[in-house]
C-alpha cells in the first residue's frame, strides 16, 4: 500500500484501518516493512485503537525520510484481552513530497497458549477454563497468560506491584539523587522511553521510568526499594519485572539484594545500553540465610535520549517479613562490616572487634580457619571448616549470582544451572540413573548432598558456589570432598582459585567417573585473601548431575609462633616458626618464608 497525493488542502490525513482482533496472547508481536522516504515526506504513526478507550495509543512513529529503502518495524502488543483494531496514518501538512509505503504485515506469537489434556509436575500450572499448560513461573505475575486470569487469581498483592495506583509498598530511595517517575502513555523526549505501558499495552496504563534530560548529570542514580521479605530458604524465592531500556544513551539498570539496610547490597543482575522499544522480562532468583531487601537501580547517561522503564514487578515463593527494618551496619575503612551493636573497645580500624569480649584481632586472623576470638565470632561469617550438607544447611558456601537471561521479546527461561541441595529420597524415577542414591556422610537415601542439576539450563552453562573470602591459610592446608560424576552426557567438575582479579584452576575432572563417590583432595598451601569455587559444567543433555558432598579443609590454619623454643626434633625458621624436621627441602614452603627450603640446608 502506498500513498498517492491528489489533494491541495493544508491539513491532510490517509488512514488506513486493520481489521478488528479480538484479543491476543501475552508473547504477541507485530512487524511490518515501511519505506517513508521524499524531501517534504512527513511523519507517519501507527495507533491502538482499543473498544471502551477513548484515546489512542500510538504504537509506532517515522518522524521523517529515512532514505531509499525499505525499513522494517517490530512493534511489542503482548497481551490484549479487549477487541481492538489498528490505524495507519500519514498526515500532510499542505506540501507532500515523497512517497510512504507499508508491505509484509505479521503476526506472530498472538494466539493463547493450547489446550492441553495433562498438566504435570510442580513446574507447570493447568488454567482454569482455557485449560492451557503454562510454566508455573508465570503465575502471579500481573500478565494474564491463561487468557482466563485464572494464573492471576487469588495472588497475595503484597508481593506484586503495577503502578497503577502508586507505587504500592515498594519506596524511593532517599540516598539517591533523584526519583523514579510514575507516567502514563509515552515519555516527554522522543525516540526514547516506552510508548506504552507493560501491565495493559496502552497509554492509559501506568509505569516508572527515569528521566535522563536536565538537570540530570551522567551517572545520577534513582534507586527504588522493595518490601522487606523473610529468609527465602530453600525454597525458591523469585523476582519477576518488565523492563524498558530504549534509546541511544541509555545507560544501566542493575538489582541489587540486601541483608542490612544501610548497605548497596549484592548486586543480582545488570543491563547496559540500548535494548530496543519492547518490555523486556527478567527472572531473578533469590537465595537468602537472613532477612533481605531487593534495591532497583536505574543510572542515567550521558544524553536526554536514555529514558528506562520498570513495570510489573512481583515476587513468587517469597514472604515478607514481619519485622520492621534490617539490621544496620557501621562500616570502617577498610571496606569490613561489623554490626552496630559492638561491645566498647580501643580497636583501630585495621582490627576486628571480638562480639563478646570488644578484644582486638587483626584483620587477617579473621576467616582464617583459627578461632582468635573467645566467642570465635572472627570465623562466624567464614565458610566452615567441615560441610556435610546436613541440616540443609550450606556452611557459609554461597552462589554468586543466580542471573537468569532472557532472550528476544522475553522468552521465558524459568530455569537456571545451579547448584541445590539433594538427597535420593526426593529423586524423580528418571533421575535415579545419573543423581546418587545415597549421600557419603549418612550413606542413605535421607543424607543431604550439594547437587547442579542438569535438567536445567543448556550445554556449556556452568554453576559456581563459592566461600566468603579466606583471610589467609597455612602451608599444609588443603580441601578434601567427595564427588559423584555418573552418566551417559556428564559434564565437568572444576576447583577455582579466586583472588581479587585473578581466577586459576586448581583441578577438574570430565566425564563419567562410575556410579559411586569418590574422594578428590587439592592442595592449597599459604594462600591469603582468596576465595574456593566449585564450577560444574552442564554436559550436552540432562543426564549427568555432578554431586559433591563433605567437603573438608584440612590443616589449613595459619602457622603460630611459639614462645618455647625449638625441639631437637623440629627446625627453627628464618621467621621464628618451629616446623618438623621431617618437612626440610620437600618442595613444601612450610615456613611462609621459603627458609625451609633454602640450597644452605
Not at 346 to 353: A, D, R
Not at 595 to 600: K, Q
Request: proline share 5%; with cysteine.
Amino acid at each position: 500500500m502506498f500513498i498517492l497525493k491528489t489533494s491541495n488542502s493544508i491539513s491532510q490525513i490517509a488512514r488506513l484501518r486493520s481489521p478488528k482482533f479480538r484479543q491476543t496472547g501475552s508473547n504477541c508481536t507485530l512487524s511490518f516493512w515501511y519505506y517513508n522516504y521524499g524531501e517534504s515526506v512527513g511523519a507517519a504513526e501507527l495507533q491502538l485503537l482499543v473498544d471502551g478507550l477513548k484515546h489512542p495509543t500510538v504504537l509506532w512513529r517515522t518522524y521523517y525520510s529515512e532514505g531509499n529503502q525499505w525499513l522494517k518495524a517490530v512493534i511489542q502488543l503482548g497481551r490484549l484481552p479487549h477487541p481492538f483494531q489498528f490505524s495507519l496514518d500519514k498526515i500532510s501538512l499542505g506540501v507532500y513530497q515523497g512517497i510512504s509505503a507499508i508491505d509484509d504485515i505479521r503476526f506472530e506469537n498472538c494466539a493463547l497458549p493450547p489446550p492441553a489434556l495433562s498438566c504435570e509436575g510442580p513446574n507447570h500450572f493447568w488454567c482454569r477454563d482455557t485449560k492451557a499448560c503454562i510454566d508455573s513461573l508465570l503465575v502471579c505475575d500481573l500478565v494474564d497468560d491463561c487468557g482466563d486470569g485464572s494464573d492471576e487469581d487469588s495472588c497475595d498483592p503484597d508481593l506484586q506491584c503495577d503502578f497503577e495506583n502508586g507505587l504500592c509498598n515498594w519506596e524511593q530511595d532517599v540516598e539517591d539523587d533523584f526519583d523514579w517517575i510514575r507516567i502514563q502513555g509515552p515519555t516527554p523526549t522522543v525516540n526514547t522511553g516506552p510508548l506504552k505501558d507493560h501491565t495493559t499495552g496502552t497509554a492509559r496504563g501506568h509505569y516508572l521510568y527515569l528521566e535522563s534530560s536536565e538537570p540530570r548529570q551522567f551517572q545520577d542514580k534513582a534507586v527504588l526499594l522493595s518490601p522487606l521479605f523473610n529468609p527465602s530458604g530453600y525454597g525458591t524465592c523469585a523476582f519477576r519485572f518488565h523492563y524498558h531500556m530504549f534509546g541511544k544513551e541509555v545507560y544501566k539498570l542493575s538489582v541489587f539484594k540486601r541483608t542490612v539496610s544501610n548497605a548497596k547490597g549484592w548486586l543480582l543482575w545488570y543491563k547496559f545500553g540500548n535494548q530496543g522499544n519492547r518490555w523486556i522480562r527478567q527472572t531473578l532468583f533469590i537465595s537468602s540465610s537472613k532477612p533481605f531487601q531487593i534495591l532497583v537501580k536505574g543510572i542515567v547517561g550521558d544524553g536526554f535520549t536514555g529514558d528506562i522503564g520498570l513495570d510489573d514487578v512481583s515476587f513468587l515463593g517469597c514472604t515478607l517479613y514481619n519485622g520492621k527494618n534490617l539490621p544496620t551496619i557501621s562500616t570502617t575503612t577498610s571496606g569490613t562490616s561489623v554490626p552496630a551493636t559492638l561491645p566498647m573497645n580501643n580497636c583501630t580500624e585495621e582490627e576486628f572487634v571480638c562480639r563478646a569480649s570488644g578484644h582486638c584481632i587483626q584483620m587477617i586472623q579473621k576467616c582464617d580457619f583459627r578461632p582468635d576470638c573467645s566467642d570465635k565470632s572472627d570465623e562466624s561469617a567464614c565458610v566452615m571448616e567441615v560441610c556435610d550438607f546436613e541440616d540443609k544447611d550450606l556452611c557459609g558456601w554461597y552462589q554468586p549470582a543466580l542471573e537468569q537471561m532472557s532472550g528476544n521479546y522475553s522468552i521465558f527461561i524459568t530455569k537456571t544451572f545451579k547448584w541445590q541441595l539433594g538427597r535420593g529420597a526426593n529423586l524423580y524415577p528418571e533421575e535415579e540413573q545419573h543423581c546418587p542414591l545415597t549421600d557419603h556422610t549418612t550413606c542413605t537415601e535421607e543424607g543431604w548432598y550439594l547437587f547442579a542439576d542438569s535438567s536445567n539450563g543448556e550445554f556449556g552453562d556452568t554453576a559456581d558456589i563459592a566461600t566468603p573470602v579466606i583471610f589467609l591459610t597455612g602451608p599444609r592446608c588443603k580441601i578434601i570432598f567427595w564427588n559423584h560424576m555418573n552418566g551417559s552426557t556428564i559434564g565437568s567438575l572444576e576447583v577455582l582459585y579466586k583472588s581479587s582479579d585473578k581466577t586459576s584452576k586448581l583441578w577438574s575432572q570430565t566425564g563419567s567417573q562410575g556410579p559411586q563417590w569418590n574422594r578428590a583432595e587439592v592442595f592449597l598451601g599459604i594462600r591469603s585473601n582468596f576465595q574456593v569455587i566449585f564450577r560444574a559444567k552442564h554436559g550436552v543433555s540432562y543426564m549427568g548431575d555432578v554431586a559433591v558432598d563433605d567437603i573438608t579443609f584440612e590443616d589449613c590454619s595459619p602457622l603460630l609462633i611459639s614462645d618455647k623454643p625449638c625441639t631437637s626434633e623440629e627446625f627453627m625458621c628464618a621467621n621464628k616458626y618451629c616446623i618438623p624436621k621431617n618437612n626440610l627441602c620437600d618442595f613444601v614452603n612450610d615456613c611462609e618464608d621459603n627458609s625451609d627450603e633454602s640450597p644452605s640446608i
